[in-house]
């Protein structure tokens, strides 16, 4: 059984709206992390520089180097009320997994050849 979303009061700010910068006609302004500000001395907002752990340089890996860490840690949140509804990494993850194991089951993941190898891809 599924263990209930954490549910908490405190404020957690993780972006903020770029102030410099005109938004495209049709769309907002761009959001940007909070802790820009630390990186500002090496890089701009417009060059999306990273700085990879070492043996994190994927997608998956950057997600289960933060599962190792902080199972518990609160992840996903949706506004209810004037209080939040958290998601824990694991679950998040967990989540993810049935996901995809039922889009997996369905089907819906082409083979996809290239340099040799079959991939499943999905994505636009």
């Known amino acids: 059984m ?5 549910q908490t009061n405190h404020k957690f700010l993780y972006g903020k709206f770029r102030e410099d910068k005109r938004p495209e006609d ?7 992390s909070c802790d820009y500000h630390k990186y500002a001395s090496v890089t701009t907002m417009d060059e999306l ?14 997600i289960y180097r933060l599962l190792d860490r ?9 506004k209810v009320g004037a209080a939040y509804q ?6 998040v993850i967990e989540r993810a997994k049935l996901i ?7 089907d819906m993941i082409p083979d996809v050849e290239a340099e040799g190898t079959t991939y499943k891809f999905l994505g636009i």
């Open 100 to 106: 995809a194991a039922g889009i997996a089951a369905l």
């Open 86 to 91: 958290w998601m824990t990494v694991k679950e």
């Open 49 to 62: 520089n990273t700085w990879p752990f070492k043996g994190v340089d994927t997608l998956p890996k950057a």
């Open 70 to 78: 902080t199972p518990n840690q609160n992840y996903f949140g949706t």
């Open 2 to 6: 599924e263990a209930a979303p954490q």
């Open 26 to 32: 049709g769309f907002s302004k761009e959001l940007i």
